[in-house]
């Protein structure tokens, strides 16, 4: 017996228009073999989600091949067999010899199949921005015959135009999203600690929503008083307080999509300012959404969003959101003024407001919505309020 | 007012010893100025665990200063300015505009201030082999004077070597890690989703032990059946049967350290192979702890488990753990034969026995241990059971 597929969260029709986009990139660069080593983009073009991304591995893109070939650890070869489309034959594990070893890594192994294929003069192009200059080198010295071209988020470009398949997934963790936030809103009290009520969220976006589990745990912050002005922290050991103000940024997952949310909650009465600040970020964040048409630009949503902010009287020095998708954020088109990426259907965005003014104060919203004819329509049903509880 | 600083996992004292030490490894290597980029690394030197390392930022490390100084996004100032034991004029924030700018970013505002303090022509060390290959490009130019000196894993090393109150954190990370391999116990059962023990299991890490809370969480595998031969897939919307078979890896983390730990669960009566598996493997653990003492080498202990192992009639191809602490993996010594790094007390380990031997067999089990003078000494309690539910 050997391992066999699992069951697929899309069609092998959904991925071959997949690569044939990527391909067609390709003939634009006159590439003949790309090396896609961003964890997301190979989700994407193969439906791989385990996670082995922190040893070397590769999924090769050949013009003349239809299927790619997935080169990654030995012991992770069982879970690329099961998880992607492709053919068991095109899942090479290479060897344990390669792992910690100073002198060859599995990059050498990428290498040598892609000079086995005879790939001669022809260019390879990798995702050079986010590999380690030694492999880059390594690239360059062994096969030294082709050209090494950079095609950095060449890929992830693709994967910003999302098809109703991957909507349909997206709108499936917008919906653990909004289950995980609708469960803080139950958890969060005087008396309780963080971490309680942390597990208790966490826990809601793994069980997920409408008989549909999360699939990982995705990135979860929790910045309560006296941190509301931090962004990026998980939770302390801190009790919540009469008086508390909690910023909480979350998303469900499913096979790899995101649909991040942010919401801020008192415990109590909100501050004025807090309160003034939540009824102009919500304004902002409606002149957004209507912005976000087809055919405008990310720059014109964020000049909606910033006018319109500015009349309440605040500003927001960061970007107002980002493309999503993925493991969360594409590294492609942002939401900010001089962002000239013209919108599409089915681009999706995480409009994030969060607003971290000084260091005593931080206010947090956000949705998570796909471009259409009429402006952007968000995934996430749980209502624009500053909860107070 | 504003953000005042948090409570501190360690003492300032236990700060300076760590940067006395990569002070005197700085000096060996004739460097003035070291930029730790690594997240474990920079939480080691300060005490931060806010997760910014997504975007660009560097704790410089001068021989001229008592403390390092931070230079990262400005958003996330606040969470550095809570965290860490320096002093706030040490935190350093750069400006939104250098955020998704292809232009320039927050390595250059690192770069800037290094040459601000007039490092000349003296050397910067990098961690080179984890950076892009265009920002080790953008050091080379920009600080053009200076010479470029890959550092990576310096620090790393010197991480290697836990303290008293290092050890004291992973053991509550380890208690942890038993608390939630017990909820596993209790939960894993015929007719439960996969997805939903997750939940319960993930929630447990959270929540912690003994009044101590998890602080994060970390990577958690559930491979079951037909998946026992996967390894870092986490889950699946599948139910657990009678006769399923279930492998865990998973751990507490307390202000970044974690005890990984491992274990295989049986729905009814294992099979005859995974029982001798069993057997074999758990042998090889207690020959590998028994031969952890300090003056022997990495090798030492991967000749003990796999001669031991081999006796009872099975091989294991992957190494048999690896140097393990804050952000579980350090990437230095491996229990693998041929690696001589020879032990000291307080070296800590995760001795991951995990063996996928086929397409259809694979079997987990693992402990974090400390070296001392009569062997390793495991963090965790959790008997070393083949735990048939």
Redesign the interface.
């Known amino acids: ?4 597929k ?2 697929q969260p899309f069609p092998r029709s959904e991925y071959l228009r997949r690569l044939t986009a990527v391909k067609a990139e390709m003939k634009l660069r006159e590439i003949e073999v790309l090396v896609v080593t961003t964890p997301a983009n190979i989700t994407y073009l193969s439906g791989y ?4 991304g ?1 040893v070397p591995q590769g999924l090769v893109v050949s013009l003349k091949d239809e299927e790619p070939t997935f080169i990654t650890r ?3 070869g ?2 690329a ?3 992607m489309f492709i053919d068991r034959g095109n899942v090479i594990g290479y ?2 010899a390669l ?2 070893n100073p002198e060859r890594d599995g990059y050498d192994a990428i290498i040598e199949f892609i000079l086995d294929k005879g790939v001669g003069r022809k260019a390879i192009g990798l995702e ?10 390594k690239f360059k010295s062994r096969a030294a015959e082709s050209k090494i071209v950079d095609c950095t988020n060449a890929v992830t470009w693709i994967r910003g135009l999302k098809s109703d398949l991957e909507i349909a997934l997206m709108r499936e963790a917008a919906a653990i999203s909004d289950a995980g936030m609708l469960k803080a809103k139950d958890v969060i009290r005087s008396g309780v ?1 963080e ?2 009520a ?3 969220i ?3 976006l ?3 929503a409408n008989g ?6 995705a ?3 929790l910045c309560a008083t ?2 509301t ?9 801190d009790v919540f307080q009469q008086g508390s103000q909690i910023n909480l940024e979350l998303s469900g997952v499913r096979h790899g999509y995101t649909s991040p949310l942010m919401r801020t909650f008192s415990i109590g009465k909100p501050s004025d300012k807090i309160r003034r600040l939540h009824e102009g970020e919500v304004a902002g964040l409606e002149a957004a959404l209507a912005a976000a048409k087809t055919g405008r630009t990310c720059s014109d949503v964020a000049v909606a969003f910033n006018t319109t902010l500015k009349k309440h009287g605040f500003e927001k ?3 107002c959101g ?1 493309a999503v998708g993925i493991d969360w ?1 594409e ?1 492609t088109a ?1 939401l ?1 003024e001089g ?1 000239m990426t013209v919108l599409r259907p089915n681009m999706t965005f995480h409009l994030m407001l969060g607003n ?1 003014i000084d ?2 104060t931080g206010y947090v919203i956000s949705e998570t919505f796909r471009v259409t004819d009429a402006g952007g329509e968000p995934f996430t049903e749980v209502p624009r309020e500053l909860f107070v509880l």
Chains 1, 2 share one sequence.
């Open positions: 017996m050997t391992m066999a699992g069951s989600t385990s996670k082995s922190y030995r012991m992770d069982p879970a067999i099961h998880q060897p344990e792992i910690a050079a921005k986010f590999l380690p200059a030694l492999t880059v080198a600690r971490a309680d942390s597990a208790e966490i826990a809601a793994v069980r997920g549909k589990p999360g699939t990982d745990v990135s979860f912050y006296p941190r002005s931090t962004c990026h922290i998980r939770w302390t050991e020095e960061s970007r980002y954020t590294p942002s900010k962002d971290w260091e005593d």
